[in-house]
């Protein structure tokens, strides 16, 4: 069997000196989409954070592509921070234009000013927002917010996406590309994915593999509420 993409065990997250997330397992294989599932409240948006490398772990490991990524207070290497691209449920977007926060992390990576803003396009395009480009980000509706960050985070071609709440505020016509997206994204360019979603449906509209979280602990699967 070959090694998962993304790793996670025995992690233990504590806020405000409280636990919140106790995640005995939990592996993301290559080009796998993994939809975590949960209501409000329920340790989501904390444990894509986790894998993001963005918290301070109080227990467990946390390895991409089989190599160390996280673990206690260590920040993530660098070099395979690089191998994820995460959409937080509230994106942070500049008081800049949508094409100067698409190709943000381009810029970052040294890629040059034409190839940046000749990828940044073909991504926005394909979001069906390239109209918005010259827009101030930060000055558009929730729903072209998010798409924004989803296109900032697509055009760097990473591997392994971590997104949270991606479809939350999008119409149905929107939420509906979206998701033919990331299907794509696994079906045929291979992309590992873990994704939360209170989107019922999401589960059987994609190609996953589903793993419940109730106050900040998977659930076995088949067990109910």
Do not use: W
């Amino acid at each position: 069997m070959s090694e998962p993409f993304l790793s996670i065990r025995d992690l233990r997250v504590r806020r405000g000196g409280q636990p919140v997330l106790h995640i005995d397992e939990l592996s993301v294989g290559r080009g796998e989409l993994v939809l975590l599932c949960g209501e409000n409240g329920s340790g989501k948006s904390t444990l894509i954070l986790a894998a993001a490398g963005l918290l301070d772990l109080e227990a467990g490991t946390i390895h991409l592509q089989g190599k160390p990524f996280h673990r206690g207070t260590a920040p993530a290497p660098m070099q395979l921070r690089r191998r994820l691209a995460l959409v937080q449920q509230t994106p942070y977007l500049f008081a800049t234009s949508v094409l100067r926060n698409t190709t943000y992390g381009l810029r970052l990576r040294g890629v040059p000013r034409p190839q940046r803003r000749q990828r940044a396009r073909a991504v926005l395009e394909q979001l069906g927002i390239a109209h918005l480009a010259g827009r101030r980000a930060d000055r558009l509706s929730v729903g072209e917010q998010k798409l924004v960050a989803l296109a900032r985070a697509l055009v760097l071609d990473c591997p392994g996406l971590l997104l949270d709440e991606v479809t939350a505020s999008l119409d149905e016509v929107v939420r509906e590309r979206v998701l033919e997206l990331i299907r794509n994204l696994v079906e045929r360019q291979g992309v590992s994915i873990l994704m939360a979603s209170h989107l019922e449906r999401a589960s059987a509209d994609l190609p996953a593999r589903r793993a419940d979280i109730h106050a900040g602990r998977l659930r076995p699967p088949g067990t109910g509420s």
